[in-house]
């Protein structure tokens, strides 16, 4: 009643889907005993608490289909938070040089410790692992011939590829110099990289995870929780994630070329693609620079760019405004030439054709031609011109008439 004063009265039938799963039945043969008609309402306790049993029988499953959301929902909520603490310390323009050193160090150590895992030291397939290796980043120590692998061990190996490619980034930061003001130009390209990679690694989690909660419920067929099950499989995919973010991450801070803006470049290929998201708040610019991705083969579909346009007056006191980066494939598709159609029109003639462009129209008689006032007949059930009142199907367009005119 919405706060009004007064009762309300309501009625609810026997038949009702409420009272036919609630034993219905044997409240119905009670009043048929009592020989109530059918048409007078019932008031009786009987028939009160069973509503009210099965009204709370109702919410009570409910609150459970409920409850057991909520459950599933915790689990992308916690790895929402992880993933979003993330994404604003790279918004906020933080620092992010000593985690992405980590990257390095946990992305070479799975290639190392994948490919020492099994067997003897002479056993290891290192010519693998070094070609795994160089299209990560530029490998500066040879492999180990088999004749002096005697004494190596798996972690006297890593550490030997963790100082190797910890020089070959400081080779890389030194390379891409400083920024305007003064600042690495790494930073900024780590900032940019790791967000890109962040968001589109996220996506396709959340794709998976969806794929994942819709059948896991066929798990209870095998005597198994789905909940635990959703819950473990969840965290092997997030962990799966988090490990293809710091691997794809390396790979681009190694392997995308940093062109100085004013410098004449070479046309990009054409598959070729920018990944290049927007600045992030307080963070600074990356001035002068424009980046675009080349990598292996065996790294196509990851392949992403920087590309930025140097302002046309640049000031002094503050960092020059980003100019906005074209991604392909995302851009405004341009628009096409006006698209025509015609349709008949009533009296089995071409109708008008429209331009959808620019929804203008153009009638057109049918024989194809442009139609002028004149020559234009009206429709079947328009007036007559004539001016007699009749249809012009029943006049001067019906053709028994013109035949016999």
């Not at 067997?119 to 088999?146: H, N």
């Not at 590309?307 to 000031?315: F, K, L, N, S, V």
């Not at 109708?351 to 139609?371: F, H, I, K, N, Y």
Request: aromatic share 6%.
């Amino acid at each position: 009643r919405q706060g009004d004063h007064g009762e309300s009265r309501f009625y609810l039938s026997l038949g009702d889907d409420l009272m036919r799963l609630f034993n219905a039945a044997a409240v119905e043969g009670i009043m048929d005993r009592l020989n109530i008609p059918e048409d007078v309402p019932i008031e009786s306790k009987i028939v009160t608490r069973a509503i009210r049993s099965a009204q709370t029988q109702v919410e009570g499953q409910n609150f459970e289909i409920r409850k057991n959301v909520l459950k599933y929902d915790e689990v992308m909520n916690k790895q929402r938070t992880v993933i979003y603490e993330e994404r604003r310390k790279v918004l906020d323009g933080a620092d992010l040089h000593e985690q992405v050193r980590h990257f390095v160090d946990d992305t070479v150590e799975g290639y190392v410790r994948g490919a020492t895992a099994d067997g003897y030291p002479e056993e290891w397939d290192l010519d693998t692992l070094w070609t795994a290796l160089g299209q990560l980043y530029p490998v500066g120590v040879e492999a180990p011939d088999t004749d002096d692998r005697n004494g190596l061990t798996p972690d006297h190996l890593l550490e030997d590829v963790q100082a190797d490619a910890q020089e070959a980034y400081d080779r890389r930061e030194l390379d891409l110099g400083e920024g305007a003001d003064d600042e690495p130009i790494m930073r900024e390209l780590e900032r940019r990289v790791v967000l890109a990679v962040l968001d589109r690694k996220w996506r396709e989690h959340l794709y998976e995870m969806d794929y994942l909660q819709e059948g896991i419920g066929l798990r209870a067929m095998g005597q198994r929780d789905p909940l635990v099950e959703y819950q473990r499989e969840g965290f092997d995919m997030f962990q799966t994630m988090m490990e293809g973010i710091k691997e794809e991450s390396v790979r681009l801070l190694f392997n995308v070329e940093v062109q100085i803006a004013g410098q004449e470049t070479e046309a990009a290929p054409a598959e070729t693609v920018a990944v290049a998201p927007a600045p992030p708040a307080g963070a600074a610019a990356l001035p002068a620079v424009v980046a675009s991705l080349a990598l292996p083969d065996a790294a196509a579909g990851d392949q992403a760019a920087a590309r930025r346009t140097p302002p046309q007056a640049p000031a002094p006191p503050a960092p020059p405004a980003a100019p906005p980066v074209f991604v392909k494939g995302l851009e405004p598709r341009r628009p096409s030439g006006g698209l025509r159609y015609t349709a008949p029109s009533v009296d089995g003639g071409s109708g008008p054709v429209t331009t959808l462009a620019s929804g203008t129209e153009s009638p057109v008689g049918a024989a194809g031609g442009s139609a002028t006032g004149a020559s234009a007949r009206p429709a079947r059930n328009a007036p007559c011109p004539c001016g007699s009142g009749r249809k012009y199907k029943r006049c001067h367009g019906d053709p028994a008439r013109r035949n016999a005119e």
